[in-house]
Every structure is written in structure tokens, then in C-alpha cells.
């Protein structure tokens, strides 16, 4: 299969377009106690993911330092478990849509802050790209009733959304996306279940009804185990700036299946946020460029992009120039 910055921004858009419409299945767990809710999801999403690593996945996690495990679990405690605790915190005192345009504002924050990680001067076409994707994601979700502590808490579900992009990016080569998305469900999972206890006790973990169990499989299976694994193969392939510029289609996502759930509309607004948020996207990753280079006749040689070391410092120039992987590497 030949690897290209075409299919990385398939599966960042398809893994964002799945989280978007998950919030059709949040709207049905308000009564399941959070917590023990998350831990549910990680632990489901844990299992199912553990066949699907390979025959290599013990030694792989052997050789994780004490510093990496301490990645993975602030990866989890933040990207995760804190994101979706912060998003719910916040619209107790905030309309939805408050926390929403914070988190829209992540692929600006991740197009600067990540190549300053890395020692590198931020592209200013991708930070172009993701100043539009913000702009397109506020359109859609416009602005809403908030205080000070809703404020703080959209701000907390932003940091959280960056650390899951920015934490993991020196973890992706060397346990790759499956690997990874298993690793951190379980340390989710254990990060939940023991905020479950301390919180609400036993209780917590009570049987859901079979609404709530539809909706804690669906976020298990499809927006856990397929989300995850797309999200971070597309890491891979076009890095974490490039990969972020696609958590604007969250919100078009989540409006598109709104009215699907009797939660809201679609209108004009809803389309032009779409719109700015399409193109931001194929600015900001390069998509027109990957057209036009694919073009006949047009001679254009495809350009050299600095591969990422394991570490996330860059490393050597290589051309981008099609590479066929083998079998059993993973998506």
C-alpha cells in the first residue's frame, strides 16, 4: 500500500468526523455517573485493541522508560479523562458552544507550539490554515452564555485537547497507533476507574440500561478503537500540526448530526463555518498542493518535509515521494 499525505488526511478527517458525531451518544450517558462511564469505555476499548498489536507488543512495552510511561499517563490524564471531565465541567455554568470555540482554537495552538518543541519555526502556511479552521469552527458553533468558571474550564478542555495531540507525538514510532491507542485506553481506564471510586464508591459502576450501554459501545468500539487508531496513523503520516488542522471537522460534524438527534439545526451559519473549516483544512495540510502536484504535465517534483525523530526533534530531509509498506505494519 503506498503511504501519502492523501490518506493521513483521510484518517485525521474520518477519526475527527467520528468524535463529532459521538456527542449524539454523550447526550445519552448525563445520568451514568461520569467517571465509571469513562473507565467502561477505556477498559471495553483496552481489550478490543489488545489482539489487533502484534506479536511484538510485549517486547515493545518493555522497552518503555520510566519517562515515556510518565507521557502516557499525563497523555490519558489530560487528553482524555480531564478533556472530557473539563467539558463537562464547563457546561454546567456555560453554553455548549463556549467550550466548543476553545476547543476549536486547538490547531492554532498546536501549529506553533509543536514545531517550537521540536527546535523548528512554525509553517506559516499550516498556521494560516489552522487560523481559518478556528474561524470556520466558531461559525459553526457561535457563542453562548458563560461566567468566569466556564471560561476556566473551556481553557482547561483546550489545554486538554493540545496535550492530546502534543504528548503523544514522540510516542507514535516507536509503539505506532495501535500500540499506543492500547497502551493509553488502559492506563485511561485505571486513570477513571480509580477517580470512579474515590469519588462515588462501588456505586459508581452501576449496570446501565440498555440506552446507556448502546451509547458506552458505540464511544468504545467506533470513536475509541477506530477513532483512536486513525488519529494517531494519521499522526504518523503528516504530524501532529498537520493532523490537528482536522479537529475543526468536530463541530461540523456534531452539527451535521444534530438535528439527526433533535439537538439543534443546520442553517446558513452551520454551512459557512463548513466551508471556512474545508479550507482552512486544505490549506493549512497542503491538500491543494498534493492535487496540483498530482496533476499531468504540471512538473512539479513533490517536496522534502523533515521526518520527526522518535523523540519528536527533527531529523534528516527526505522527498515525499510514494513508499509501499508491507504487510502486518499496521494502518
Not at 224 to 232: A, L, N, Q
Not at 245 to 269: K, Q
Request: glycine residues 14%; charged residues 10%.
Amino acid at each position: 500500500m503506498t503511504a501519502s499525505p492523501v490518506r493521513g488526511a483521510l484518517l485525521a478527517a474520518f477519526a475527527c468526523v467520528l468524535v463529532g458525531a459521538s456527542f449524539t451518544a454523550n447526550s445519552l450517558l448525563t445520568a451514568y455517573p461520569y467517571p465509571a462511564g469513562q473507565a467502561l469505555r477505556y477498559g471495553v476499548a483496552f481489550l478490543l485493541l489488545l489482539p489487533l498489536c502484534g506479536t511484538g507488543a510485549t517486547a515493545a512495552v518493555r522497552r518503555l522508560t520510566a519517562r515515556q510511561w510518565a507521557r502516557l499517563a499525563l497523555l490519558a490524564a489530560t487528553g482524555m479523562v480531564g478533556f472530557n471531565l473539563a467539558v463537562l465541567a464547563a457546561e454546567r455554568t456555560a453554553e455548549p458552544a463556549v467550550p466548543g470555540v476553545f476547543v476549536g482554537c486547538a490547531p492554532v495552538v498546536v501549529a506553533v507550539l509543536v514545531p517550537l518543541l521540536s527546535r523548528r519555526r512554525p509553517a506559516p502556511v499550516v498556521t494560516a490554515g489552522a487560523l481559518v479552521v478556528a474561524v470556520g469552527a466558531f461559525t459553526v458553533q457561535g457563542w453562548g452564555r458563560t461566567d468566569g468558571a466556564g471560561l476556566g474550564w473551556s481553557a482547561a478542555a483546550l489545554a486538554g485537547e493540545v496535550g492530546f495531540a502534543v504528548l503523544a507525538v514522540p510516542l507514535v514510532r516507536p509503539l505506532g497507533p495501535r500500540l499506543l491507542s492500547a497502551v493509553v485506553c488502559g492506563v485511561a481506564a485505571l486513570e477513571a476507574g480509580a477517580l470512579a471510586l474515590v469519588s462515588d464508591g462501588l456505586a459508581a459502576f452501576r449496570m446501565p440500561d440498555p440506552v446507556e450501554a448502546a451509547a458506552l459501545l458505540w464511544q468504545a468500539v467506533v470513536v475509541t478503537v477506530v477513532g483512536f487508531v486513525c488519529w494517531y496513523a494519521a499522526m504518523r503520516r503528516i504530524g501532529a500540526e498537520r493532523a490537528t488542522l482536522f479537529s475543526g471537522l468536530i463541530p461540523v460534524s456534531a452539527a451535521l448530526t444534530a438535528p439527526l438527534a433533535g439537538t439543534g439545526g443546520y442553517g446558513a451559519a452551520q454551512a459557512a463555518g463548513s466551508l471556512l473549516v474545508g479550507c482552512g483544512v486544505a490549506l493549512g495540510a497542503g491538500l491543494l498542493g498534493s492535487v496540483r502536484r498530482g496533476l499531468p504535465g504540471t512538473g512539479t517534483r513533490p517536496p522534502a518535509v523533515r521526518a520527526e525523530g522518535t523523540d519528536g526533534t527533527p531529523g534528516v530531509a527526505v522527498a515525499t515521494a510514494p513508499v509501499t509498506r508491507t504487510a502486518g505494519t499496521g494502518p
